[in-house]
């Protein structure tokens, strides 16, 4: 079996089927038109050009299609680039689907939304638990199914899903430590926080920004989303401004997005493990793709820092 796109090394060459995950035109100095294709499989994604692009190009090659690659593994700016030597669309002799080189979550979804739907019961404040089950049931097809974000972390099939998974263990071992904190809403903003995501995303596969998600975003979403639920479930009262505050504040700074900072102590801690659970997602992804001894690539998302897989690690 042919190894993944990101176990190749610099100075290997490749001779394999990928999907094209993004596709985004330029104009080179010469003034001829490119393509950089971002091209994936399970295991992770990889950069590309096609140089002197022709209009035919542009129409072959689309997100969502498979190519057949020959082609070198560089090193450009600290990155790895396929270099092409030769790409061609697959055809329906071609022996791949495209769920071949979807990179999933590493836990099933009826496993996921189990634990979740347990978590909801372990509420006792009846408002509370009740907005939250009606909009996990309101968009539970899709939550199972989406990615947590287009780039950066859980950018895969089901990664919204094991986001809240993960960060709802989290919030439970904080809370046992911390028994002043208010279970319910913090687990209630766990699993609302992005669900929003539904609505800004396009879908699982190369998955874009809906025109909602590029003029309101995942927070405005939510935010109004509750407050239709409440008033379905005929719910008034503190905790549904509580719950629109953990939502709107969760991303911490106005810098990163934030409409408000946390101003209520469950919601400073919603943010931290939001922050925590993103951020180790994209260190075991980069260190994976490393041998110990190696530093990864810069990581934007991580201040553009490298970071150094030690020698000692199994």
Known sequence: MTKGI???EVGEQVDIYLLIKTVTKGIASNG???LTLILQDKTGEIEAKLWDASPEDEVVYVPESIVKVFGDINNYRGRTQLKIRNIRPANSSDPVRIADFLEVAPMKQEDMIDKITKYIFEMKNPNIQRITRHLLKKYQNEFLEYPAATKNHHEYISGLAYHVVSMLDLAKAIANLYPSLDRDLLYAGVILHDL????ELSGPISTTYTVAGNLLGHISIMVNEIGKAAEHLGITGEEVVILQHM???HHGKAEWGSPKPPMVKEAEILH??????AKMNMLDRALEKVKPGEFTEKIFALDNRSFYKPTFHQ
């Open 247 to 249: 939502v709107l504040s």
């Open 32 to 34: 001829k038109p490119f």
């Open 272 to 277: 931290y493990i939001d922050n925590l659970d």
């Open 6 to 8: 990101i176990h190749y």
């Open 196 to 199: 929003g995501k539904v609505i």
